[in-house]
């Protein structure tokens, strides 16, 4: 016989959850969009309701936290101060990249993206359709539901939620990143390794999230928490669940060892998309990492700590030497946010709400200047599209002294040199890791911090102290939108770095973690 | 007023950037740096020299949530540096007048990024913050950065990442000790305020660590050996009007970092320390010397005496006695005038013959009288001429090291042989002698070349017979950072001996 519980019904709270109603509102109405609009205004109509939402959600964001948290849906999401201000960053990242997406006058046959994603590289039909000059525009509705995605996942307080949530802003990208103009093959390649390795990282996330329900009894961080404290001696099923969910979610920071998709999916992917999956991933899956490490699992904090301190400092390392040996710009920015994974990490190892708002402040910081630094790399083309080649690069600064004296700003950045978000980035992080007694962590990523600040530098060299090669490519006249993009992210990080007062201030107003 | 200091060549700079054409660009940053001369002979009237160390003290909150404020201070230190600063920047911009012009070069971008640094300098000279200290200190390798890998020699890219790499390891050592320091203050009340984290009282063993961070930065800055090794490379391939402010006046914040915070913030660990010091401070004066005399390209002789005579600077300033440490700080200007004469005119000569080798001179007394005077009285200055200034400074330093190290001290003699023997040398080998067929037409200095020169001669000599003038704002300033460390004067030796 069965015994009937009662079924309390959720309470529905759509105004908490604003953001993510309007994002994935308009990822559904860029999808019919793109089924009934006569399509030379496909474009513009997407690109218009994309912003519009992002914008709403941006601002919404930012206006609730300084209210109060609010628990919603019966405990699956909390809206608290770190997920709000994630869901900022990640409106403002993806409001970025969509500025990009609109670009239409580098490429003489079209926009960045392929006009037929499913169409065999190198065919007749894929020929023909850019010949047309056919332009697809599901990129907007594939953006706006991976967005809206990251935004449950920063805010999911219940493993299955944040198991959906992490599907839901997954499989977008993996079609976003193989549907690149020019080079279809390594695009493609790109976005089934992403698939692959994505899925089975998943799968380990969700088999973490099952043996934890076995040693605590319930998927609500909360009561995982509660079930923690009450457990006695040593359970080995939940420790291999905590492990297992660490080894999901690491994997989308692209901490080592699981980071070895990045440069290949960074390189393959259309570029504007790789901005666009470097910065907003980035702050989803580090936001749900100390959700879940702060909150389910704050009863485990020895043994976590261990565990995150050797990642990141071999991230930081591994990061920052590999980068050294890139020839390829995007492979090198690849490599070089794998670094910043690590310096990320250091922040989350300090463990308190300073250190929380410390990695807030630098998830955008950094989400900024890598969106920008990837803009920029769209504009170096040659005969065979974008020329990301390092030796291309050679001696721009005397051709196109503004292209890379704004691209040495996004290095200067990521390199952590005073009067930009980097520094102000890497001081809050360092001096939150050093307050919480991880000095020798902090050690380590000032080593790492110096390698990573020789590989940026080199760029600044081959641009401005080479003499330009003959086969070098040319500085392409970009579209208002990715004057726009480059324009506002330069300045944001010169901002960032003079006057953070203002956003250090909200992002330590959104450091507390609701339980 | 402090603030107008830093930020009239900063907007110097951004005017030099934004006028049309080369020579409007020249001329607007020349004016620019005539005025900030002008200030600075403005604020130094108003020091007080009873007064406290610092003094018309600014202060503005710039980043509240991390503790950083806009404070300068101007002391008797600070007020001979940004001195020098101010002197040398007109002389340097007007030095290098025809230097870029060739190879299709922003000239604009080099003037104004000559005048960015200077702002950055002045900054951290009179910066009472020690995160603003640390901003300006770091961020200054950026202009220098350029300024070396756009415009220097052959092998400049080399030059100017070894530059970058060095500092920045460096500055990355003194963030990880400016953090270190920061949380040492109370716990609510953070703070970077240089005068709050001198009355802190930290233990022994974390001053030792936060002074060995801070000391490594200053140490590659100045540089001490044996973490020299980046100046020769970067003085070399720098034209020579920047290896002129290279080491005449950027270097110098890292001797000033020693005496204004390291001194004052780490009295125990500076005492502690003070023998290892010394001891590599007297290895950089003889091995800088050593070197200078086996050198055959001209910068690098300059180069390597400089690391000498910064050698000569740290012993002083660690001798911890009042003569000693006033005395370093005074030869941090005479060294700066003297150096930039040295750098600026060797670089007419290097103009003149196209090369930087030795062997390609010779006997060029005759067909350019006024340039080979130019180079004796630079080069006599080099080595501590008595009516100089740099003899001044230099004695001081050596007589305040021999009351408390005299083994030290009596090294350090020996410096000042080298000194005569490599400025010598390289006058024999450049002027005198037969004149050959390559140098019996090189013309001789000419107007502005002469105007450039002449006001550093007049300061070398100026200041060497009148030292007061600037010795007494120093030593007013020197002793009262010697008291925060709590060291005084040893008895003298010989008085001693004769009771």
Do not use: C
């Not at chain 1, 950045?413 to 360092?430: D, E, H, N, Q, R």
């Amino acid at each position: 016989m069965v015994v009937m519980q009662d079924i309390t019904t959720p309470t529905v709270d759509v105004l908490a959850i604003l953001p993510i109603v309007v994002t994935l509102g308009a990822a559904v109405l860029a999808v019919l969009v793109d089924a009934f609009a006569p399509a030379p205004r496909r474009m513009l109509v997407n690109a218009s309701i994309s912003a519009l939402a992002l914008a709403t959600a941006l601002v919404w964001s930012i206006t609730r936290i300084s209210a109060d948290p609010v628990v919603a849906f019966n405990g699956a999401v909390t809206i608290d101060g770190p997920g709000l201000f994630a869901q900022a960053a990640i409106a403002l990242f993806a409001l970025l990249s969509v500025g990009l997406y609109t670009e239409r006058r580098l490429d003489p046959s079209g926009d960045p993206f392929t006009p037929a994603g499913s169409v065999m590289p190198g065919s007749e039909t894929e020929r023909v359709l850019t010949l047309k000059r056919v332009q697809q525009t599901e990129v907007y509705g594939l953006t706006l539901f991976a967005s809206g995605g990251m935004m449950v996942f920063v805010v999911s307080s219940d493993l299955l939620t944040m198991f959906v949530a992490l599907e839901v802003l997954s499989l977008p990208l993996y079609l976003l990143s193989s549907l690149a103009r020019r080079r279809r093959l390594l695009s493609q390649e790109a976005g089934m390794k992403y698939f692959l390795l994505g899925a089975f990282a998943s799968a380990f996330f969700l088999y973490g999230a099952a043996l934890v329900y076995g040693a605590t009894g319930s998927l609500n961080l909360g009561a995982i928490d509660a079930g923690i404290s009450s457990r006695v001696g040593v359970d080995t099923m939940l420790l291999v669940g905590m492990g297992m969910l660490a080894v999901g979610l690491l994997f989308k920071i692209s901490a080592v060892p699981f980071q070895f998709w990045t440069p290949d999916v960074y390189q393959g992917a259309p570029t504007p998309v790789t901005g666009f999956m470097a910065a907003a991933t980035k702050t989803a899956a580090v936001v749900a990492l100390m959700r879940v490490f702060y909150v389910g699992l704050g009863g485990l904090v020895e043994d976590w700590t261990v565990l995150l301190w050797v990642i990141a400092a071999v991230t930081m390392l591994l990061g920052s030497v590999l980068a050294l040996t890139q020839t390829d710009v995007k492979r090198m920015l690849a490599y070089s946010s794998i670094a910043h994974a690590g310096f990320l990490l250091v922040g989350i190892v300090a463990a308190d709400s300073q250190g929380t708002g410390a990695v807030l402040f630098y998830l955008l910081a950094y989400g900024i200047a890598t969106v920008g630094a990837f803009a920029v790399v769209t504009l170096v083309r040659d005969a065979g599209g974008e020329a990301t080649h390092l030796s291309a690069w050679a001696g721009l600064g005397r051709r196109s002294p503004l292209t890379a004296s704004v691209f040495s700003l996004f290095l200067l950045s990521f390199a952590g040199i005073p009067l930009t978000s980097g520094f102000i980035g890497k001081l809050t992080v360092f001096s939150a890791a050093f307050d919480a007694g991880q000095w020798a962590l902090v050690l380590v990523a000032l080593v790492a911090s110096a390698i990573a600040a020789f590989f940026y530098v080199r760029v600044i060299v081959l641009m401005f102290f080479s003499d330009p090669a003959d086969s070098s490519a040319s500085v392409g006249v970009p579209g208002t939108g990715t004057t726009a993009v480059i324009t506002a992210s330069a300045a944001l990080t010169v901002l960032l770095g003079v006057v953070p007062g203002p956003v250090l201030e909200l992002a330590s107003l959104a450091s507390e973690f609701v339980r | 007023m402090l603030t107008a200091l830093v930020l009239l060549p900063a907007l110097g700079a951004v005017l030099t950037a934004l006028v049309p054409g080369a020579r409007a660009a020249k001329l607007t940053a020349i004016a620019a740096s005539l005025a900030t001369l002008a200030l600075t002979v403005v604020v130094a009237l108003q020091l007080d020299s009873g007064g406290p160390l610092y003094q018309m003290s600014e202060q503005v909150t710039w980043i509240a949530p991390l503790g950083l404020s806009w404070s300068l201070g101007l002391s008797g230190i600070s007020l001979a540096l940004v001195a020098l600063t101010a002197v040398a920047t007109p002389i340097v911009l007007g030095a290098m007048w025809n230097e870029v012009d060739a190879g299709g070069r922003s000239v604009k971008a080099y003037y104004a990024l000559v005048l960015t640094l200077q702002a950055m300098v002045i900054g951290a000279f009179l910066a009472t913050d020690v995160l603003l200290f640390y901003i300006l200190f770091e961020a200054m390798l950026i202009p220098m950065y350029f300024l070396i890998g756009v415009y220097g020699g052959d092998k400049r890219q080399y030059a100017a990442m070894k530059f970058l790499l060095y500092n920045l390891l460096g500055g990355l050592l003194m963030l990880a000790a400016v953090i270190g320091l920061y949380l040492q203050s109370p716990a609510g009340e953070r703070t970077f305020a240089l005068a709050d984290l001198v009355a802190l009282d930290i233990d022994s063993t974390t001053q030792g660590w936060l002074f060995l961070g801070f000391m490594v930065a200053f140490a590659i800055k100045a540089p001490l050996w044996p973490v020299h090794t980046w100046l020769p490379d970067a003085a070399t391939e720098a034209p020579p009007s920047q290896a002129a402010y290279l080491s005449g006046v950027v270097d110098k914040v890292g001797t000033f970092g020693m005496v204004a915070l390291v001194l004052p913030l780490f009295p125990d660990a500076t005492q502690t320390f003070a023998p290892v010091v010394v001891t590599l401070a007297v290895i950089s004066v003889l091995y800088g010397g050593l070197l200078a005399i086996g050198q055959t390209d001209i910068k690098r002789i300059i180069a390597y005496s400089s690391i000498s005579h910064f050698g000569v600077i740290v012993l002083g300033i660690f001798a911890l006695t009042s003569q000693g440490t006033a005395g370093s700080t005074f030869y941090m200007v005479s060294h700066g005038l003297s150096t930039a004469a040295l750098f600026i005119v060797a670089g007419f000569m290097i103009a003149r013959r196209g090369s930087r080798q030795l062997a390609d001179f010779g006997g060029m007394q005759k067909p350019a009288p006024i340039l080979s005077g130019m180079l004796l009285l630079a080069g006599l200055s080099g080595l501590a001429m008595p009516g100089l200034s740099t003899f001044v400074s230099e004695f001081l330093v050596l007589v305040g090291t021999f009351s408390r190290y005299q083994v030290a001290a009596a090294l350090a003699t020996i410096g000042i042989i080298l000194a005569a023997l490599y400025i010598l040398i390289m006058y024999q080998r450049t002027m005198t002698g037969p004149v050959t067929p390559q140098t019996e037409n090189t013309p001789d200095a000419r107007g502005r070349e002469v105007v450039v020169v002449a006001p550093l001669f007049v300061l070398l000599i100026g200041l060497g017979v009148a030292p007061a003038v600037m010795l007494d704002p120093i030593d007013t300033a020197t002793r009262q950072t010697l008291e925060q460390v709590g060291v005084s004067d040893p008895e003298p030796v010989f008085a001693r001996g004769e009771e």
